[in-house]
């Protein structure tokens, strides 16, 4: 059974940094094109930031340059760090493969970036 475990959200002033952790099981991160994504209250839910099996790295529009996804194959977690934040990067954060497991969404963590 794929499981996700996100942790490491929180209240961060604008400007601030949040680094966000994923811990998988039932699957190897490695082998998976994986994602990091977040839905706000009231909006769908939308991918911020994809690492390819191979290594090649996609962001969306709105967290270039600010945010940076990374894995850890030891530890089979997936990492978001999140740099420069925003009020309207306030959401729930979630991890999933690119082409999401319906099963599989975890908790989520919240960020919430203050003005």
């Known amino acids: 059974q794929v499981q996700f475990v996100e942790a490491g959200g929180g209240l961060v002033q604008a400007g601030g940094s949040l680094r966000l952790s994923c811990a998988a099981s039932?699957?190897?991160?490695?082998?998976?094109?994986m994602a990091w994504y977040r839905q706000a209250p009231g909006k769908q839910r939308e991918s911020v930031a994809v690492?390819?099996?191979?290594?090649?790295?996609h962001y969306a529009d709105s967290v270039k340059g600010r945010f940076t996804i990374s894995r850890d194959n030891a530890k089979n977690t997936l990492y978001l760090q999140m740099d420069s934040l925003k009020p309207e990067d306030t959401a729930a954060y979630y991890c999933?493969?690119?082409?999401?497991?319906?099963?599989?969404w975890g908790q989520g963590t919240q960020v919430t970036v203050s003005s």
């Open positions: 999933n493969a690119n082409n999401p497991w319906t099963n599989a």
């Open positions: 039932g699957i190897a991160v490695s082998g998976y094109n």
């Open positions: 690492i390819m099996s191979g290594g090649n790295i």
